[in-house]
């Protein structure tokens, strides 16, 4: 099965502090993605990753930042964290279609979520 | 860009009954459809999804979606729903660019 791991899977922090959520994925899909969801407005793209040292800002981006140094990794900062920014975090992967693997082009497949609560 | 729209926000039914969510979406091009499901706790998992083909897909736990182009929608069926079916549910899309865009959720409660 396609793996995505997530961690940590709760986190509390205080305001003005810089955090980073981890992902790492072990089938080596070129797209990686990170989500926000909060009540009533579904899941947000925040970022998201075509492949190695390629990193693009989603509708959310303001307040975060990533870097893909390698296939597996796409984390997740939080350069000074607000109390806007208390949410749960999912990382997904999705990979180019005729790459092979598990599932067809354009399915992601989703982590387990991070908790944050700012405080 | 694209944008999403689902209809109900909470939905209470009883076992036995029939599903239906309603999905919406804008975008002038070709679109690859989704519907995610969240268990309470969970992650996202994928429903089903329409890339090209017959409109009516099918499935897993008994679900079936119809893509209507002409109605830029597709709506999410259940005939006979379960307890074990109460969690949210989320209609997405994407094209070729790969980027995911979600509707707000559909809350669906299921009483024994």
């Known amino acids: 099965d396609a793996e995505i791991t997530q961690s940590p899977r709760h986190k509390i922090t205080e305001t003005g502090r810089q955090v980073t959520l981890a992902c790492h994925q072990t089938w080596n899909h070129n797209n990686m993605f990170w989500y926000r969801q909060d009540l009533g407005h579904g899941l947000r793209l925040i970022h998201y990753?075509?492949?190695?040292?390629?990193?693009n800002k989603g509708e959310v981006s303001d307040g975060y930042s990533v870097s893909r140094s390698n296939t597996e990794d796409l984390p997740l900062t939080l350069e000074s964290a607000a109390s806007s920014q208390t949410s749960v975090y999912f990382c997904?992967?999705?990979?180019?279609?005729?790459?092979?693997?598990?599932?067809?082009?354009?399915?992601?497949?989703f982590g387990q979520g991070t908790r944050l609560t700012v405080v | 860009a694209q944008s999403v729209s689902q209809h109900n926000h909470h939905v209470i039914l009883s076992e036995a009954a029939s599903l239906e969510l309603g999905c919406n979406y804008s975008?002038?091009?070709?679109?690859?459809l989704f519907w995610y499901v969240q268990y309470p706790g969970q992650h996202l998992q994928l429903l089903l999804k329409?890339?090209?083909?017959?409109?009516l897909v099918k499935g897993i736990k008994g679900f079936e979606a119809e893509f209507i182009k002409s109605k830029f929608s597709f709506n999410l069926r259940k005939p006979s729903v379960q307890w074990s079916d109460t969690a949210e549910y989320f209609c997405a899309v994407n094209a070729s660019d790969y980027k995911l865009s979600f509707g707000a959720g559909t809350t669906v409660t299921v009483r024994a």
């Open positions: 975008y002038g091009g070709t679109v690859n």
């Open positions: 997904a992967m999705s990979h180019h279609p005729g790459q092979g693997a598990e599932g067809d082009g354009t399915e992601a497949f």
């Open positions: 329409y890339f090209s083909g017959d409109p």
């Open positions: 990753s075509y492949g190695v040292q390629d990193t």
